[in-house]
């Protein structure tokens, strides 16, 4: 079965640089996607739409669409080194059931698949970082599991804190947050429904009405489809969450 290597950890996260805020996820999509229509750069998240766009909301100084490939990569780089984040992966090879998935799901893994070093440096680093960020926390092959699996027993031994309900910065997992049976979310997941109670009090109507159509829908057994989620409102539901788990940015202290 094809082994593909992790293009970026090598290259691009340093064990010697510690930082505050630390990033971490599973492994990148495949070569074809990560050099198709929708790649950005050649670096962690460096799809279109992903990780940087969410950024890009919250550190408006910078600019992580538009660019070269290259200029790209320096201002990731800049913002981490501005705001002392650290970004890396839990894996450093893997397997595919499936070649074209980049579901966590479809990893298969052994014990050589691990970056074993993450345990060392977040150890090594554990009075100086403060915050731990999975993108990815359901299912044992995400981030925050296979990180459990990287520290084994010496996880108890971390400072930080361990963010591990952020939602994925990609769009595969975007139907989890509407399909709960929770009569006190309107079916929404918690962290969703607090977003709108918090930030967009005036899209709980939709919801409501939505949540009432799906129990109607069960009952009558109808494959009528539900209204979508209002455009974009997705998208800032995931900056405001980043937003509440990552330092300032400057411009707003």
Not at 2 to 9: G, N
Not at 63 to 69: L, Q, S
Not at 122 to 150: M, Q, R
Not at 160 to 185: K, M, R, Y
């Amino acid at each position: 079965m094809f082994k593909e290597s992790h293009p970026y950890i090598s290259k691009h996260f340093n064990p010697a640089t510690s930082c505050k805020y630390l990033i971490i996820g599973t492994f990148p999509p495949n070569k074809k996607i990560r050099e198709g229509k929708k790649s950005l750069t050649d670096y962690f998240y460096g799809n279109k739409g992903t990780l940087w766009k969410i950024l890009g909301k919250i550190y408006t100084e910078f600019d992580f669409e538009n660019g070269t490939r290259h200029e790209l990569v320096t201002r990731m780089k800049e913002w981490q080194k501005k705001y002392e984040v650290g970004i890396t992966d839990t894996l450093l090879s893997v397997s595919r059931r499936d070649v074209n998935s980049a579901n966590d799901a479809d990893l298969i893994l052994t014990d050589s698949d691990y970056y074993h070093d993450l345990k060392a440096y977040v150890l090594n680093n554990n009075d100086n970082i403060k915050k731990i960020l999975f993108t990815s926390s359901k299912g044992p092959k995400s981030a925050f599991e296979t990180f459990k699996t990287i520290m084994g027993s010496d996880i108890a031994q971390i400072k930080a804190d361990l963010v591990t309900n952020l939602p994925s910065p990609s769009g595969s997992s975007n139907i989890s947050w509407f399909n709960l049976n929770n009569e006190s979310t309107l079916g929404l997941h918690q962290d969703f429904y607090k977003f709108l109670v918090s930030e967009k009090n005036d899209c709980l109507h939709f919801f409501n009405e939505r949540w009432t159509n799906k129990k109607i829908k069960k009952v009558n057994k109808s494959k009528e489809k539900l209204p979508s989620c209002p455009k974009g409102l997705l998208n800032e539901f995931k900056v405001w969450s980043y937003k509440k788990v990552l330092p300032l940015p400057y411009n707003t202290l």
